[in-house]
Nanobody, 120 residues
Framework: QVQLVESGGGLVQAGGSLRLSCAAS????????MGWYRQAPGKQRELVAS???????NYADSVKGRFTLSRDNAKNTVYLQMNSLKPEDAAVYYC??????????????WGQGTQVTVSS
C-alpha cells in the first residue's frame, strides 16, 4: 500500500557528503515514522536515523553530529544529509516507513535500498 522511492546514493570520497531522499506514496497516514537503516556485508541491518511526523528524531550513536534527518510532510519525503562520510559508513541504505492502524496493528514498508560507497 505504500511505495518508497529512494535516491541519492553513490560513490563519494572519505570526508565528503551525500544526500539521500525517500519519497513515500500510496496510502499515506498523517502520522507515521520514517527513517533509514543500513546494512554492510557481514553486519546486521541497523537503524541510522528516524523521524516522526512531528519532527522528533533518533540517531545511531555512530552518526550523531555527522548525519541530519529531516522531512517534508507535504511531500511525504525524508532527507538524510550525510556529512564527513567515513569508509565504515559504506552500506546499502534502506528507507523505512512505519504506521499504526486504528486497531493498533502496525505496518512497515521498505525501500529497495540504495548503495553508498565511500572511498579513501
Amino acid at each position: 500500500q505504500v511505495q518508497l522511492v529512494e535516491s541519492g546514493g553513490g560513490l563519494v570520497q572519505a570526508g565528503g557528503s551525500l544526500r539521500l531522499s525517500c519519497a513515500a506514496s500510496g496510502s499515506i497516514f498523517s502520522t507515521n515514522v520514517m527513517g533509514w537503516y543500513r546494512q554492510a556485508p557481514g553486519k546486521q541491518r541497523e537503524l541510522v536515523a528516524s523521524i516522526t511526523t512531528g519532527g522528533s528524531t533518533n540517531y545511531a550513536d555512530s552518526v550523531k553530529g555527522r548525519f541530519t534527518l529531516s522531512r517534508d510532510n507535504a511531500k511525504n519525503t525524508v532527507y538524510l544529509q550525510m556529512n564527513s562520510l567515513k569508509p565504515e559508513d559504506a552500506a546499502v541504505y534502506y528507507c523505512n516507513y512505519r504506521r499504526v492502524l486504528s486497531t493498533g496493528l502496525w505496518q512497515e514498508f521498505w525501500g529497495q535500498g540504495t548503495q553508498v560507497t565511500v572511498s579513501s
